[in-house]
């Protein structure tokens, strides 16, 4: 069974509407068909950009994280000693290649050079070509802006369960 983990980039995508990805990041997170997985790591991460690089609201951010929990299946970060072996010009990608591989999932990121070097360890592909590989349904703006709508007022789980059918 086809499994996907998610990375920053396509998280982040999903709620960033200006991102030429945007559509088939909400896609990705909005199907129903296929796992997603991502790890605390990227959690952590994601609350980082949104922040700091958005200037989002903590609040928001929350809602967001929360939303993610409905959608994702969120693992341990594994530790130093166990992604030691992956080999990586960025660092902080180690963690996120190796619970790919750990997984057994395909690693879905819109990092280009995140994708090159995930390549040696696992399968690795872009929002679009997961998109397309995959057949994934592109959603319509307007269940996108539902997302965007409940993440701005809404705390109701079954909202949640609406925009994600």
Do not use: W
């Not at 980082?48 to 200037?55: E, G, H, M, W």
């Not at 970060?77 to 190796?98: A, G, L, V």
């Amino acid at each position: 069974m086809n499994k996907f983990f998610l990375d920053t980039t396509i998280i982040i995508s999903s709620i960033v509407p200006d991102r030429s990805e945007y559509i088939s990041c909400v896609s990705i997170l909005l199907q129903n068909n296929i796992p997603l997985l991502t790890n605390d790591y990227v959690i952590k991460e994601t609350r980082r950009v949104l922040k700091d690089s958005y200037s989002s609201d903590l609040g928001d951010i929350n809602k967001f994280i929360e939303f993610l929990s409905t959608k994702l299946e969120i693992v341990k970060t594994p530790s130093k000693e166990e992604f030691s072996n992956i080999i990586s010009n960025d660092k902080s990608d180690r963690p996120i290649i190796f619970s790919a591989k750990k997984h057994q999932c395909i690693l879905i990121t819109d990092d280009i050079p995140t994708k090159k070097e995930a390549l040696k360890y696992v399968m690795a592909l872009h929002s679009n070509e997961a998109i397309e590989v995959f057949e994934i349904k592109l959603s319509k703006n307007r269940k996108s802006e539902k997302l965007i709508e409940y993440l701005k007022e809404s705390e109701d789980e079954e909202y949640l369960l609406k925009i994600s059918d």
